[in-house]
């Protein structure tokens, strides 16, 4: 069974520097997902199979903690110089930590998303800044480098590209509240059994 594809990035004008991903020991990454360029995985992340993690047109990324990658996503971020800054520091890309990101969504930088939140299946972000403790439903959009306060609720197919919409939107609602620590909790369990008990995914520390 062949390993995960983990390879730096090819130089290119945009990003010039060559770097490999650093992830963790605790971390699992299925069998055929590609993580490429500047990338940081943090601990007990589980990446699940057939994503594409692309920091080759710009970078760095960070995925935190407890988040789940699960399968057929994309991250990408825009050519050149557009960031999100966290800390002082510029990144592409920066999942705070105890996301989930759900099957064929797209999340593509400059791009933060707080801890807590979940990205919907079919979700399509491109430029934003997400909030802690929110729900993006399953095939929202949210575009156009709107800023999303915490603990805002995105419904299932709605679209967010101005501002005033996004500073108009609902708290999460009460059946919500718990989704997201569910899927997080059962995805830490999931990614460490596969780890143990299957050839299908990989940690560092094997």
């Known amino acids: 069974m062949e390993k995960p ?17 650093k992830i963790s020991t605790e971390a699992v990454v299925g069998t055929d997902s590609m993580i490429i360029g500047d990338i940081t995985v943090a601990d007990d992340v589980f990446i699940g199979f057939k994503n594409l993690l692309r920091a080759d047109s710009g970078y760095p990324y960070f995925i935190g903690d407890y988040t789940n990658i699960q399968d057929y996503v994309l991250m990408h971020v825009h050519p050149g110089s557009e960031h999100v800054e966290i800390g002082g520091k510029k990144w592409g890309v920066y999942l705070e930590g105890e996301n989930s990101v759900l099957h064929h969504a797209a999340v593509h930088g400059p791009l933060f998303i707080g801890r807590n939140t979940f990205i919907g299946q079919h979700a399509n972000i491109y430029g934003a800044v997400i909030g802690r403790d929110c729900v993006i439903m399953h095939g929202a959009t949210v ?11 995105v419904a299932p197919g709605q679209s967010v590209w101005k501002q005033e919409d996004a500073d108009q939107l609902p708290p999460v609602p009460d059946k919500y509240k718990d989704l997201n620590q569910y899927i997080v909790d059962h995805y830490y369990r999931l990614g460490k059994s596969y780890d143990h008990h299957t050839p299908l995914a990989f940690s560092k520390g094997d």
């Open 143 to 153: 575009t156009n480098h709107v800023i999303i306060g915490d603990n805002r609720f």
């Open 5 to 21: 594809i983990i390879h730096s990035n090819p130089p290119v004008e945009e990003v010039k520097s060559v770097r490999q991903p």
